[in-house]
């Protein structure tokens, strides 16, 4: 192995690494909060917390506690067997949202596939072998495997990959009579949907859309999912987004935030989806592993109204001081999840805001910003600040 100096990073991972990634150059070696460090000791506001997973920034102290504590004391055990963390998490899950069995996996994606999969079964089972459409938004994103990928809603990432199974089809947001189409002309089983489509481009549904969507469903009896895989865990403003809708969906997937910096996925069933899947229809071999589930544990027990009300003031500071101000066309989103449409090139601004010390992301043509729920206020104000000079060039 070649010993490590920052050098010789980039070329190792150039080499090794398979280029599925357009690596922003820059190699991050530490952080604390909303801190991070280059090798160089260079310093970065993160208003990304690697793409929303951070929830209370890096290397935050008491969930590192919560994960070293369970790293001495069990770090896997595999799903053969009882563990503390999954099984005191579930609940803790259930209990927060009315849910009431949660399946874990390691990710959004996997998260997604066990919702396609109680979708699929919960159609064949109530209304027979035929009813196993479901309907995605289009814009979409919901995972990388073949069938979240045929689940999102944007041919861009369908390109190359296909043959993808059958039964998805796309409505467009926000459009409750092009969704009152899908149900006339196909078996639906379920709607998949986010509240706030992220990697779309920060795009929010409208309240009387989702309604309208949950309205179909239960007339139609097909489930109700909504992946809060990027919206979930506090991100928003409320624990989950969709209680911001007025609805309580059957199927409920989160993931990213709810690790807080460990790999985790969950797909919350309630009472129509609960047991539908029965022994040996899905597993993992390290979903809901107890390193991963002691630390979500330890995040999903401090996203309380203190903290939900700390991310509405953020959200807004954010929207207030970015919006109308100089090189920026609309400001998008919802709590701390915001879509910032500029004059610029949003690439360009990333890497501008980087030169100039502050970590932001993209999503299609808007600049993204998913900062950690509690990032303090100076460090915020000193981010968009900055935010704001590159903007207005
Ligand atoms: C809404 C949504 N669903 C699913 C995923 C996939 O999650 P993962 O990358 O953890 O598989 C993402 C990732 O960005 C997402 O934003």
């Not at 993160?46 to 997973?53: A, C, N, P, R």
């Not at 950690?372 to 207005?392: F, H, S, T, Y």
Request: charged residues 20%.
């Amino acid at each position: 192995m070649t010993a490590y100096n920052s050098a010789n990073i980039r070329a190792l991972d150039h080499e090794f690494v398979e280029h599925t990634y357009k690596r922003n150059d820059v190699c991050l070696v530490s952080g604390k909060g909303s801190l991070l460090f280059d090798e160089t000791g260079k310093r970065y506001i993160d208003l990304g917390t690697g793409i929303g997973v951070n929830a209370f920034g890096a290397a935050d102290d008491v969930w590192a506690a919560a994960v070293k504590a369970q790293i001495d004391a069990l770090p896997h055990a595999s799903n053969l067997y009882y563990t503390a963390p999954q099984a005191l998490l579930a609940e803790e899950l259930c209990r927060r949202t009315g849910m009431k069995k949660v399946f874990f996996g390691n990710s959004g994606a996997e998260a997604n596939e066990c919702a396609l999969k109680v979708a699929r079964k919960y159609g064949a089972g109530h209304k027979g072998p035929d009813c196993f459409t479901i309907v995605t938004l289009k814009n979409s994103f919901h995972g990388r495997t073949i069938a979240t990928l045929a689940a999102t809603g944007q041919d861009a990432f369908h390109q190359d990959f296909g043959p993808f199974p059958a039964g998805f089809a796309y409505a467009a947001a926000n459009d409750l009579e092009d969704m009152e189409r899908m149900f006339k002309e196909h078996a639906v089983c379920a709607v998949l949907m986010e509240m706030v489509q992220g990697e779309g481009g920060v795009n929010c549904l409208k309240k009387e859309y989702v309604q309208g969507v949950a309205k179909l469903c239960g007339q139609n009896d097909a489930l109700l999912m909504v992946d809060e895989v990027q919206t979930g865990n506090g991100r928003t403003g409320t624990l989950y987004a969709y209680e911001q809708f007025g609805i309580l969906p059957d199927v409920v997937t989160t993931a990213k935030g709810l690790g807080g910096g460990l790999p985790i996925g969950a797909c919350l069933m309630g009472e129509k989806a609960a047991g539908v899947l029965g022994f040996g229809q899905h597993g993992s071999t390290f979903g809901g592993n107890p390193i991963a589930a002691a630390g979500a544990l330890s995040i999903l027990s401090r996203i309380d109204d203190a903290l939900l009300a700390g991310v509405k003031e953020r959200g807004d500071y954010i929207a207030k001081e970015l919006t109308g101000a100089k090189g920026v066309k609309s400001v998008s989103g919802l709590g701390l999840m915001a879509g910032v449409e500029c004059e610029r090139p949003a690439g360009e601004v990333l890497a501008e805001c980087m030169e100039a010390g502050v970590l932001v992301l993209t999503a299609k043509t808007k600049v993204r910003l998913l900062p950690a729920l509690n990032i303090p206020m100076d460090l915020l104000g000193e981010a968009i600040c900055i935010l704001k000079g590159v903007l207005a060039k």
